[in-house]
């Protein structure tokens, strides 16, 4: 038997001597059943994160009357073990079989290649033209033959 099977069990026999079930610890400290459950068996990879683990087994000790640094000392030495495996495991690889910085160098290809893309859209598509039409209206040379009018004299306005 292992020696974190070891505290959980120490655990699950110093709560059967006081007479609580699991339920009734469960409810009082409010902490989940399959939470407590897994600290009696040692398996703290079910519990959530490190900081919630080591509140419910200080909760946990300190409800049964055990003096609860042991038994968390254990579990932060278990906690770096694994957090070693899993950074270790991490460096070398990922999920997909890929080494991390090809990963990395896809996922800015990626954004390079949307940036690209936008840029283009923005110049073919979006972008006025480069010199403006010009739209005003201009005035012909009256050299045409075309007769002026002679201006209205103010008195007849």
Not at 92 to 102: D, E, Q, T, V, Y
């Amino acid at each position: 038997m292992s020696k974190t099977a070891l505290f959980g069990v120490d655990l699950r026999v110093r709560r059967e001597a006081t007479g609580l079930s699991l339920d009734e610890v469960s409810h009082k400290l409010r902490i989940p059943s399959a939470y407590l459950e897994s600290i009696e068996t040692g398996d703290f990879r079910s519990l959530p994160a490190s900081c919630y683990g080591l509140g419910f087994l200080r909760t946990y000790c300190l409800y049964l009357g055990l003096d609860p640094e042991p038994y968390l000392d254990h579990y932060r030495a278990l906690g770096k073990q694994a957090a070693r495996t899993v950074r270790d495991a991490s460096l070398h690889s990922s999920a997909a079989g890929r080494p991390r910085w090809m990963n990395e160098a896809i996922t800015w290809a990626i954004v390079c290649a949307i940036f690209a893309f936008g840029w283009l859209s923005y110049t073919v598509v979006c972008r006025p033209t480069s010199e403006p039409s010009d739209t005003r209206v201009r005035a012909e040379s009256l050299d045409d033959g075309m007769v002026v009018p002679p201006p209205v004299p103010a008195s007849l306005r």
